[in-house]
């Protein structure tokens, strides 16, 4: 299968660059998959997954938003954050989890609710990410 480069970078580090048979993130519309020559694209990424392919497996991590970059040969993910499965703190995940529900129960305006909300996503993903280690 042919390989492009992928560099993925947060606010924090390089999280990944290296060549990669294909990439599946989570746009605001839904998942979309990447190959080599994929047709180019700039869009905002959702909170989620991010599954990369190399040597014919497939690893994860967890994104918390961010956008992708489509060129030619290289494509780039900018994220607010990212994380392997290793490196996911379950019990702050599941403390993050349960602030927010709590949040949400008793929810102080629209505001407060989407902050909520948001934190609410993070951490689920989290969670499901840190499964897969």
Avoid: C
Wanted: charged share 35%; proline share 3%.
């Amino acid at each position: 299968m042919s390989e492009f480069t992928l560099e993925i970078v947060t606010p924090d580090r390089k999280f990944f660059e290296d060549k990669v048979e294909m990439v599946i993130v989570r746009g605001i519309e839904g998942d979309i998959g990447i190959l080599k020559n994929h047709t180019p694209l700039v869009t905002p990424l959702d909170i989620g997954k991010i599954r990369i392919k190399q040597n014919g497996e497939f690893r994860i991590a967890a994104v918390a938003s961010g956008y992708i970059e489509v060129a030619k040969e290289k494509t780039t993910i900018i994220a607010d954050a990212a994380e392997w499965p290793e490196e996911i703190d379950v019990d702050r995940a599941k403390a993050a989890k349960e602030r927010a529900e709590k949040r949400l129960k008793g929810s102080g305006g629209e505001k407060d609710t989407l902050r909520a909300e948001i934190s609410l996503k993070k951490a689920i993903n989290r969670l499901e990410v840190a499964k897969h280690r």
